[in-house]
Nanobody, 126 residues
Framework: QVQLVQSGGGFVLPGDSLTLSCTGG?????????MAWFRQAPGKEREFVGV????????YYAESVKGRFTVSRDNAKTTMYLQMNSLKPEDTGVYYC??????????????????WGQGTQVTVSS
């Protein structure tokens, strides 16, 4: 059973920073999967944020977060992080980590990921 446990999130002001974590629970090895972050704002579809590839560790970002957000993975490959800087109100939403076996052409499609974290709320507001 693949388990993804998220932590972090909260309420911040525009321009602030926040870091989210996604840790493999039980026997889950996140190094075995393509690991991604998605977010979902109220009334909107789940949106791709970024992904770190299983092989080689290459990272891809959504244009809306490029230069502000950083996806990383610890050396032991047990935890994935999403460092979010210069947060904007439009970054508000529930953030999810996801894992799966996904080809490059499908990394931005949430339906290609089989396993999901529980989600964590990020609210950016003045």
């Amino acid at each position: 059973q693949v388990q993804l446990v998220q932590s972090g999130g909260g309420f911040v002001l525009p321009g602030d920073s926040l870091t989210l974590s996604c840790t493999g629970g039980g026997d889950t090895r996140i190094a075995d999967y393509e690991m991604a972050w998605f977010r979902q704002a109220p009334g909107k579809e789940r949106e791709f944020v970024g992904v770190i590839r299983r092989s080689g560790g290459r990272i891809y970002y959504a244009e809306s977060v490029k230069g502000r957000f950083t996806v990383s993975r610890d050396n032991a490959k047990t935890t994935m992080y999403l460092q979010m800087n210069s947060l904007k109100p439009e970054d508000t939403g529930v953030y999810y980590c996801a894992a799966g076996f996904v080809v490059l052409s499908g990394i931005r499609d949430a339906s290609n990921y089989r396993y999901w974290g529980q989600g964590t709320q990020v609210t950016v507001s003045s």
